[in-house]
């Protein structure tokens, strides 16, 4: 499994712009798609937005959809996810995690294919 660390969150107004990173501790991480997952309190943990391995594909869930972006850098072993339009619903913690199949074709959008994940990072949209 692949160790991720997540860092950005913090407190933003509505309407405005963060940019999340997932680091991963080394080259392993090419080898696999990336995902973002968020969970706010007493909902289960959702998808949000994932790339595959060559990030030739992205995907994004229907509520994010023109307002994220979800990039990787292989060269500096990170997955970013930068936030525009930040809504009040948008709070939650953020969660990278990496695809448990490597060099897999599809995109995929449900937490039960990711086997790795990093701790969270909070992010909170004031209104």
């Known amino acids: 499994q692949v160790q991720l660390v997540e860092s950005g969150g913090g407190l933003v107004q509505a309407g405005g712009s963060l940019r999340l990173s997932c680091a991963a501790p080394g080259p392993t991480f090419s080898r696999f798609a990336m995902g973002w997952f968020r969970q706010a309190p007493g909902n289960e943990r959702e998808f949000v937005a994932a790339?595959?391995?060559?990030?030739?594909?992205?995907s994004y869930a229907d509520s994010v959809k023109g307002r994220f972006t979800i990039s990787r850098d292989k060269a500096k072993n990170t997955v970013y996810l930068q936030m525009n339009s930040l809504k009040p619903e948008d709070t939650a913690v953020y969660y990278c995690a990496a695809d448990r199949v490597a060099f897999r074709v599809v995109v995929m959008s449900t937490s039960r294919e990711y086997d790795s994940w990093g701790q969270g990072t909070q992010v909170t949209v004031s209104s």
């Open positions: 790339i595959s391995w060559s990030a030739g594909s992205q």
